[in-house]
């Protein structure tokens, strides 16, 4: 009996690429235990790890690589600690570092396959965009309460962007309205599997494919959407550092969120860019907020008065915030939500 046996009999040699295969993770949290743990016992070769979030006592319930005992450490030194134990044959090169535009050309770099596993609005579309751009499959995956859904976009299929190419009316994070750790691990599951049938090739193909749990109801969906058009309108992600003084930046945020962007830009609300905006201006319009909602809902309202490019900026936690909050759950004086 070998290690890989099992699947060896459903796979046969195709179980042999997964030795080769790079694979990158975006976020090491409750979607990343199951995705991590079953890629890992697969036999994946290398595993680009990407999170900056520590461990804080509110994620042990559903991210379950983590102990008691992985308080305050980083999180993906953690994951990598745990899945060396569970197979020393895999190699997991854990990058402490969140995934952004100005590095996500690099981390995407001689993967066969990314899954998105992060809590985060922002880096799922820039994921997307990516690997669109580069015909490298995504499999990305969402949880909030009770429910949650899981695709596969990308390299040959039509990306996140024409599932999803409108900000809904309401957007959560588990962190804000709340999670069930079983929904997390059922959609971490149902994510590896997507992304063995990718790198083995076994089975139909996810690409193209939503599948969708609602736990509330006790119900599975999902739909195809191999034929789903592109948008005409996709304001893209930029990092702050691309900021340049002939842009015109607007930030969105209020003060107590943080400094303005840049040392030009303009501190306005929402209401007051459509006023702005039929002015005619050409330049390149920056909308910048913490997490990007509130700027794509700016880019869908100013869009029909401003005639140059729209771009959009998240902020994310204000300078020097996150770093003095993982200091105090280091100290074990706080806890900060982290990704699913």
Known sequence: MTRYARQSAILGAASDRLQKARVLVVGAGGLAAPVLQ?????????????????????????????REGDLGALKVEAAARHMAALNGEVRIAPQAEALSPANVAQAVEGCDLVLDCADSFA????????????????????VVESAGYVGGFCAGAPSLRAVFPDLPQRMGSCAEDGVLGPVVGIIGSLQAQMALAVLTGHGESPLGRVTSF????????????????EPDFAPRFIAPEALSDADLVVDLRRPEEGPLAHPQAHRLQA????????????????LVCRSGQRAWAAAEAVRP??????V??????RNGEEAYNNSRVAAGDMEVPGAI
């Not at 209401?271 to 920056?286: G, K, S, Y």
């Open 214 to 229: 609602d736990a509330t109801h006790w119900r599975f969906g999902g739909f195809a959407f191999h034929s789903a058009p």
């Open 123 to 142: 880096v799922s579309y820039i994921l997307s965009d990516q690997c669109l751009a580069r015909r490298i499959p995504l499999i990305s995956a969402s």
């Open 312 to 317: 959009l900026v998240a902020m994310g936690a």
């Open 271 to 286: 209401a007051d860019l459509p006023e702005m905006a039929r002015q005619a201006r050409h330049e390149r319009l920056v």
């Open 305 to 310: 008065y401003w005639q140059g490019e729209i």
């Open 38 to 66: 079953y890629l890992v016992g697969a036999g994946v070769g290398h595993i680009r790890l990407m999170d900056a979030d520590r461990v804080s006592l509110s994620n042990l319930h559903r991210q379950t690589l983590f």
